[in-house]
């Protein structure tokens, strides 16, 4: 059991550049989670896919972010035209099913400079 | 209101007991959950319970919820330097919803 991975753990970037992040989760989780968290905060809700499905957007995530899974087991995060409030931490998770608590990585810290 | 509220720090001296409370909105929550977070790392699982039980003991933790008032605690018993972190307490919607996170600071 590898756990969750996410790559890169740090990525600083100017603003307006387009920024992607990966999440490998745990390989039979079926669901897997996107958070951001800043400092002094807990992670809020980004979105969520069950398989390849995309079942939940935040109302945080812009259109500037998407996100996919597209064959249902790595996904990746992208944020376009960065702007320095997106600087945080990018938090993946994955779990086996709905209310089973969640693997959480290690996180990719984006600063947005 | 914010949907889980925590207290954001306590203090106690290594040996005492530590008593994290996190208050929740949402009646729906089939699972609460609390994880650990240690600076510069991931959000750890420590325990969860299930919304129709009262108390959950495992080992030197112990979860009280109570349904009525939608407050949830977690007590650690015998706390350790070790035990210094941000504790986040988690009601679950479709996805699980974090509170602010109490910062334990554990003096020997």
């Known amino acids: 059991d590898t756990g969750v991975s996410q790559d890169p753990r740090h990525k600083i970037t100017k603003r307006g550049q387009n920024v992607t992040f990966r999440c490998d989760p745990i390989?039979?989780?079926?669901?897997l989670y996107w958070y951001r968290q800043t400092l002094g905060q807990g992670p809020e809700f980004l979105t969520y896919?069950?398989?390849?499905?995309?079942?939940?957007k935040s109302r945080l995530l812009s259109d500037r972010f998407s996100a996919e899974r597209p064959k249902g087991s790595f996904s990746t995060l992208e944020i376009q035209r960065t702007e320095q409030g997106d600087s945080a931490m990018y938090l993946c998770a994955s779990s086996p099913q709905e209310n089973y608590g969640y693997t959480f990585g290690s996180g990719t810290r984006l600063t947005v400079v | 209101g914010e949907d889980v509220e925590q207290s954001l720090f306590l203090s106690v001296r290594e040996g005492d007991s530590s008593v994290i409370n996190c208050t929740y909105t949402d009646s729906s929550s089939t699972y609460l959950y609390w994880y650990k977070q240690e600076p510069g790392a991931g959000l750890q699982l420590l325990t969860y319970?299930?919304?129709?039980?009262d108390m959950k003991q495992d080992q030197r933790l112990t979860v009280l919820l109570n349904k009525k008032d939608k407050h949830l605690s977690l007590r650690i018993a015998d706390t350790q330097t070790g035990d210094s972190a941000i504790y986040f307490c988690?009601?679950?919607?479709?996805?699980?919803?974090f509170g602010s996170g109490t910062r334990l600071q554990v003096q020997p």
């Open positions: 390989s039979e989780h079926n669901r």
């Open positions: 988690a009601s679950t919607r479709r996805a699980l919803t």
């Open positions: 319970i299930f919304s129709n039980m």
């Open positions: 896919f069950q398989n390849e499905a995309q079942l939940e």
